[in-house]
């Protein structure tokens, strides 16, 4: 069965770094497209960043672009997201999510059919 396993979540002061990580299991992951979403309370699932298959193409929310970067290992099936110089509006819970053939848009959570557990992320000012 599909897994995806996030971990590299924590706590960080305002200006850090952490990279979190998501190794998926159960699928061809090099086929998959796969996606970083994240949720603060009371707020909907945003999509934060996507990866294709091959890694050639990849996807930013605007306020994400130029601090996080999204990339995949397919040899050892782990996507991965650096985030640099994080904000305390990036506190969320940081989900990994996968789709074999990805026709909605990348930062649609329902065009994702396999997700993992979440991993929580706070910055701290």
């Known amino acids: 069965r599909v897994q995806l396993v996030e971990s590299g979540g924590g706590s960080v002061q305002v200006g850090g770094s952490l990279r979190l990580s998501c190794a998926g299991s159960?699928?061809?992951?090099?086929?998959?497209?796969m996606g970083w979403f994240r949720q603060a309370p009371g707020k909907e699932r945003e999509g934060v960043a996507a990866?294709?298959?091959?890694?050639?193409?990849?996807y930013y929310t605007d306020s994400v672009k130029g601090r996080f970067t999204i990339s995949r290992d397919n040899a050892k099936s782990t996507v991965y997201l650096q985030m640099n110089s994080l904000k305390p509006e990036d506190t969320a819970v940081y989900y990994c999510?996968?789709?074999?053939?990805?026709?909605?848009?990348?930062?649609?959570?329902?065009?994702?059919?396999?997700w993992g557990q979440g991993t929580q992320v706070t910055v701290s000012s």
């Open positions: 999510a996968a789709v074999l053939r990805r026709s909605g848009e990348w930062n649609v959570w329902t065009s994702y059919g396999y």
């Open positions: 159960g699928y061809t992951f090099s086929s998959a497209t």
């Open positions: 990866i294709s298959g091959g890694g050639a193409k990849s």
